[in-house]
């Protein structure tokens, strides 16, 4: 199994350790919703280094990234990232990721552990004809995420980076504990919170963890392990490779459309998806609460006027909207709010509504 | 409570006896490994269970695991509360936290379960794996 360099902290701060895409990682240290709902009030702290970095550097770093992914890359400036997807000729996704614009010519592209050797081949694959080196740099980089409301406050005890100002989407190059890191304002939980990349041995990564633990107990912020980032990202209606996004969905049915720019040259799967645009989806990605009592899980079938129509692509009880929520696909006349529809739970029909997401309410 | 009086099943549930009833929960242990409880299924009053019967459904935040009764017999009272307040069985897993009583048919079927100093064993071999 594949451990981060920030291992060794978990089994010393006693995290329940589960084997994830084939990484050794925690799943839950005090308790999930614990956890969840110290991300929501005060903060929380979760490694994940098993995240991909990958580098794209050249003189025509910025085409390459473009016609490889859905976004606007000329729009980003230096110090700015953006929310994409990593698309097929079918408009389906390889993955979602992030970009960030590091400077002329280089740019960082952020993926899911779980697609990490898929993404680099199809990357070369797909970008090979450009003046571009692409570089795999996961294993240099360790990643701490610090996600709540005092995620700022603990920060700031370890860098002497002005970190107040920043706008969500943009990092900086700053030290934090006396290492090169990047400080990312970004996060999977809906909360205000940073994500710090830095390089370094197991010593080092494990004493950043270990210490941003240890005072973050000063602003209520704990470690928190797999367990907790899923739901908390679920609450915010973020969608997660393998459930909600996958190769079988386009982009505009899984209600992307706002990381879909046509207007931009061209990029993998936008004839596909123009002439969706051009007929209309049949059908959408929704959020969903239970009118009836239950969880509904992934995989949970799911039925409207009687036949089964897909499957529940997320689920799960929200410890901080303390409701049954959750994603699925529904054809596109069924999708508006309030709309009602049945999910099979052990052999049992219970009745779902379509919500708005996301389901906690960010003011 | 006194454990030593209760017995005990591999799938980690408790049993006390009392006139030819028994109250059935889940263990400590099993409540940790749960994780934080947020809904409970229960069966009717009434309804008979045989062995291996799936008779009640515990779900966590991130599972869900069915109550397999290890004894045969009828539901004669369900601990209705654990709908509202289901963190009960994380908090008080012994007491608060029952989860159904059962009119043993077959009292037989006790006698394969273990007793709290067995259980004992049986959780300490558990940890070494």
Known sequence: ?363 | MGLENLKFTKEHEWVRVEDGIATIGVTDYAQKELGDIVYVELPSVGDSIAKGDACSNIESVKAVSDLYSQLSGEIVEINEGLEDTPENINQSPYDDGWIVKIKISKEEELNEMMDFEQYKLYLAGIEKE
């Open chain 1, 1 to 363: 199994m594949k451990k981060t360099k920030i291992n060794k902290a978990h089994y010393e701060l006693k995290g329940k350790m589960v084997e994830f895409c084939g990484w050794d990682l925690p799943v839950q240290y005090s308790g999930l919703n614990a956890e969840h709902n110290a991300v929501r009030t005060t903060g929380g702290l979760f490694d994940v280094s098993h995240m991909g970095e990958v580098i794209f550097e050249g003189k025509e770093a910025l085409e390459a990234v473009s016609y490889i992914t859905s976004n606007n890359v000329s729009k980003l400036k230096p110090g700015k990232i953006h929310y994409s997807g990593l698309l097929t000729e079918k408009g389906c996704f390889v993955d979602d990721l992030l970009v960030y614009f590091v400077e002329e010519g280089k740019y960082m592209l952020v993926v899911n552990a779980a697609n990490l050797e898929k993404d680099f081949n199809w990357m070369k694959e797909k970008a090979g004809h450009f003046d571009v080196s692409i570089t795999n740099v996961s294993d240099d980089y360790s990643q701490i995420a610090i996600q709540g409301p005092n995620s700022g406050k603990l920060l700031a005890k370890f860098t002497d980076e002005d970190i107040d100002p920043m706008k969500y989407y943009t990092f900086i190059h700053g030290r934090v504990m006396g290492v090169d890191a990047i400080i990312s304002r970004t996060g999977y939980t809906g909360e205000y919170g940073f994500e710090i990349y830095f390089k370094g041995d197991e010593k080092i990564a494990s004493k950043m963890f270990i210490e941003l633990a240890e005072k973050g107990k000063e602003f209520g912020i704990i470690p928190a392990g797999l367990g907790a980032r899923d739901t908390l990202r679920l609450e915010a209606g973020m969608a997660l490779y393998g459930n909600e996004i996958d190769n079988s969905h386009t982009i505009l049915e899984a209600n992307l459309s706002w990381i879909l720019k046509f207007k931009k040259g061209d990029f993998i799967g936008k004839d596909v998806l123009l002439k969706q645009k051009e007929e209309g989806i049949t059908r959408k990605l929704i959020g969903f609460e239970l009118v009836d009592r239950g969880i509904a899980r992934h995989g949970y079938p799911v039925f409207v006027d009687g036949e089964q129509f897909g499957e529940v692509t997320s689920g799960t009880y929200g410890p901080f909207v303390k409701k049954s929520i959750g994603m699925t696909y529904l054809p596109i006349d069924k999708t508006d709010i309030g709309t009602e529809f049945q999910i099979e739970i052990r052999n049992k029909m219970v009745t779902a509504k379509v919500v708005a997401v996301p389901f906690i309410d960010k003011k």
